[in-house]
């Protein structure tokens, strides 16, 4: 079974794609976690994206791509895959479709945490206050928003036209916005096992 996690920066992708590895064993991909390793390691790689995640832009889509390829080949007997932070743009969406079906594998279902921007800005500040993350600063995080409005959201019509999106309030406790991601991914197993008719829908609350 492989998810998209889907939604703006500190919507909580995070912390849900980390439920689902422990209670499904489902292998997290966060390009956002790739790139960070990448600069604390002091690679040539890191050093060349360290200003762009500053700013709070997006890196190339052939950067991320790459990453996340060399992921999926890295780890070939994995049961399925939780893509947190990627794809971002249209472009990265295509690619990964088509990466997959080279590997005989496809998108399953896309769950997007429904969140405000202000209670998201409110989020931000006590993240950069606790951790102290460079584009969690205000005007970083701005660009960050504005970015996943215009590059990412794009994306939302993309995946509903293919009848994979499902909605959940972002804003509910972390325990609550978890039972109900996972009743859509036991619906979906329902939905595949009987042959049911599309099950994705907008679940809010537990
Ligand atoms: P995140 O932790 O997912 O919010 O990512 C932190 C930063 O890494 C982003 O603000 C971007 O600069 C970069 N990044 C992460 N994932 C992507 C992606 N899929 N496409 C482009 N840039 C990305």
Not at 24 to 43: E, P, V, Y
Not at 122 to 136: C, H, L, V
Request: charged fraction near 30%.
């Amino acid at each position: 079974m492989n998810i998209v996690m889907f939604g703006p920066p500190a919507a909580g992708k995070g912390t849900q794609a980390k439920r689902l590895t422990a209670e499904r064993g489902l292998i997290q991909l966060s390009t956002g976690d790739m790139l960070r390793a990448a600069r604390t390691s002091g690679s040539e790689l890191g050093k060349k994206v360290a200003g762009i995640m500053d700013r709070g832009d997006l890196v190339s889509d052939e950067i991320v791509i790459a990453l996340i390829e060399e992921q999926l080949d890295a780890q070939k007997d994995a049961p399925g895959f939780i893509f947190d932070g990627f794809p971002r743009t249209v472009e990265q969406a295509k690619a990964l479709d088509a990466t997959l079906k080279r590997r005989g594998l496809e998108v399953d279902g896309v769950i997007r945490l429904c969140v405000d921007d202000n209670v998201l800005l409110g989020r931000i500040e006590k993240r950069f206050k606790e951790e102290g993350r460079k584009d969690d600063n205000p005007e970083s995080f701005k660009i960050r928003l504005e970015n996943y409005h215009k590059q990412t959201a794009p994306l939302l019509p993309f995946y509903a036209a293919q009848g994979k999106l499902t909605e959940v309030d972002g804003l509910a406790e972390i325990d609550t916005v978890a039972t109900a991601i996972s009743r859509v991914l036991d619906m979906q197993k329902t939905g595949i096992e009987t042959n049911a008719k599309p099950w994705w829908k907008k679940i809010f609350g537990g």
